[in-house]
Every structure is written in C-alpha cells, then in structure tokens.
C-alpha cells in the first residue's frame, strides 16, 4: 500500500476503515450525506457525495 497520508495519483476505490466508522457514526445521528461530507472534509478527508451516499444505504439503519 501507499505510505499514510500520502496523495496516490491511482484512484482508490476503497474507503478507509475510519472514514467508513465515521459515516455509520454520523449515519446513526441521521446525518445527510452533504452534512456528513461537509464534517469529513472539515476533517481533512476528500470524499465525493456518491461515496457517503452509497455507504449510507449500504450501512443501512441499525436496530434500535
């Protein structure tokens, strides 16, 4: 893999682990994936909407 926190010019198809807990997190919080993309980036992660949209549905709600 590429060293952490390095730019890779070959696009990552991948999420991150951490970013992924992150979206369940602010997911459960019922967060819109706009708002969701707007705190990651805040955090210094580039993440299209697609990708916070698709991760969304694919997390699902979580039984109460």
Do not use: D, F
Not at 33 to 38: H, L
Request: charged residues 30%; without cysteine.
């Amino acid at each position: 893999g590429e060293a952490p926190g390095s730019a890779t010019t070959t696009r990552s198809t991948r999420t991150p682990v951490g970013v992924v807990e992150r979206i369940a997190t602010m997911r459960e919080n019922k967060w819109s994936a706009r708002r969701i993309v707007r705190e990651l980036t805040g955090e210094g992660v580039t993440i299209p909407v697609a990708t916070v949209t698709r991760w969304r549905r694919r997390l699902g709600v979580k039984p109460a």
